[in-house]
């Protein structure tokens, strides 16, 4: 009766192609620090999910896991403070993780598409300090597709986008102050934790492709600005907006406004040789404390 049973089961298993999986992860939340090298570049004081105790990491660790997954995430919190685990719009449990505990989160991982995380205690200070991630939920199939049977990709890019106001946010929190959340003027702009300086040349960042080639790119605003990104080279395809998948034929933008915990996907397709700019449109966003060129910025490059 039960090798019948077991039988049985692996044929399910085997009907739908892939089995749903249990993911466990492991967070630990810490202070540390954040360096935006070139002009105008300096060292923020950050709170950030690292996948080590002692090393939090700006944007925290992008947890990816299948559609139909049971997701465990245990977060060790190593701060003086309470904190939590949030995953926007897919877990409920704002409850606190206390100082020096930790607290283990269970969900099934949903449809297939980009999710941000983040602590949403303390009025968005521990979110603007460091404390916000991605998780990126595949098809069942584990393809290289949007969705089942949604547009396929060759490359994948994950685009974190972030401000932070060292003087009035930072400064004050890291120092024990109250901070006062009415004045919010960001003066550091990041894509995946790096200033453009860096992010122009971050592999991990910048869409490189040869001719044809299909980029799915998930934006994933965890600022406390929406930002409007500029990609220059070839329009793009905007696929899902915070999971609204877009009728086809999907539009072709060259522009996408970004709120504040709103994500989209766009597919971008390398057209021509040469290198271009990808940039937020706003001025101040293109800088680091003022300084131009620097922020939210990375390249687009055919190879
Ligand atoms: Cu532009």
């Given at each position: 009766?039960?090798?019948?049973?077991?039988?049985?089961?692996?044929?399910?298993?085997?009907?739908?192609?892939?089995?749903?999986?249990?993911?466990?992860f492991?967070?630990?939340?810490?202070?540390?620090n954040l360096?935006?090298?070139?002009?105008?570049?300096?060292?923020l004081?950050?709170?950030g999910?690292?996948d080590?105790?002692?090393?939090?990491?700006?944007?925290a660790?992008?947890l990816?896991?299948?559609?139909?997954?049971?997701?465990n995430?245990?977060?060790?919190?190593?701060?003086n403070?309470?904190?939590?685990?949030?995953?926007?719009n897919?877990?409920?449990d704002?409850s606190p993780?206390?100082?020096?505990?930790?607290?283990?989160?269970?969900?099934?991982a949903?449809?297939?598409?980009?999710?941000i995380y983040?602590?949403?205690?303390?009025?968005?200070v521990?979110r603007?300090?460091?404390?916000?991630?991605?998780?990126?939920?595949r098809p069942?199939?584990?393809s290289?597709?949007a969705?089942?049977?949604?547009?396929?990709?060759?490359?994948?890019?994950?685009?974190?986008?972030?401000d932070m106001?060292?003087?009035?946010?930072?400064?004050?929190?890291?120092?024990?102050g109250?901070?006062?959340?009415?004045v919010?003027?960001?003066?550091?702009f990041?894509l995946?934790?790096l200033?453009g300086?860096?992010a122009?040349?971050?592999h991990?960042?910048m869409?490189?492709?040869?001719?044809?080639?299909?980029?799915?790119?998930?934006?994933?605003?965890?600022?406390?600005f929406?930002?409007?990104?500029h990609?220059?080279?070839?329009?793009?395809?905007?696929?899902?907006?915070?999971?609204?998948?877009?009728?086809?034929?999907?539009e072709?933008?060259?522009?996408?406004?970004?709120p504040p915990m709103?994500?989209?996907e766009?597919?971008?397709?390398?057209?021509?040789t040469?290198?271009?700019?990808m940039?937020?449109?706003?001025?101040?966003?293109?800088?680091?404390?003022?300084?131009y060129?620097?922020?939210?910025?990375?390249?687009?490059?055919m190879h």
């Amino acid at each position: 009766m039960l090798k019948k049973l077991g039988l049985y089961v692996l044929l399910l298993i085997a009907q739908n192609g892939a089995e749903a999986a249990v993911r466990n992860f492991t967070l630990h939340i810490d202070n540390g620090n954040l360096t935006i090298t070139g002009t105008g570049g300096t060292t923020l004081s950050v709170w950030g999910y690292g996948d080590s105790a002692g090393l939090p990491s700006v944007p925290a660790p992008t947890l990816t896991v299948n559609e139909g997954d049971t997701v465990n995430v245990t977060v060790y919190n190593h701060r003086n403070a309470e904190h939590n685990f949030v995953v926007n719009n897919v877990t409920a449990d704002t409850s606190p993780i206390a100082s020096n505990g930790s607290k283990t989160y269970t969900f099934a991982a949903p449809t297939a598409g980009s999710y941000i995380y983040s602590d949403t205690m303390n009025n968005n200070v521990n979110r603007e300090m460091g404390l916000h991630g991605t998780v990126i939920v595949r098809p069942a199939d584990n393809s290289n597709a949007a969705w089942t049977g949604g547009p396929a990709y060759t490359h994948e890019r994950t685009w974190v986008i972030s401000d932070m106001d060292k003087p009035r946010w930072n400064d004050v929190a890291e120092s024990g102050g109250t901070v006062n959340t009415a004045v919010y003027k960001p003066n550091y702009f990041m894509l995946n934790g790096l200033g453009g300086f860096d992010a122009m040349m971050d592999h991990g960042t910048m869409i490189m492709g040869m001719m044809d080639e299909v980029t799915l790119v998930r934006i994933v605003n965890a600022g406390q600005f929406s930002h409007s990104l500029h990609f220059h080279g070839n329009h793009f395809q905007v696929i899902n907006i915070n999971g609204a998948r877009q009728p086809e034929p999907f539009e072709e933008w060259d522009t996408i406004n970004v709120p504040p915990m709103s994500v989209a996907e766009v597919l971008y397709t390398i057209n021509q040789t040469g290198e271009y700019p990808m940039h937020i449109h706003t001025a101040q966003a293109e800088t680091a404390n003022g300084v131009y060129l620097n922020g939210g910025v990375t390249m687009i490059m055919m190879h």
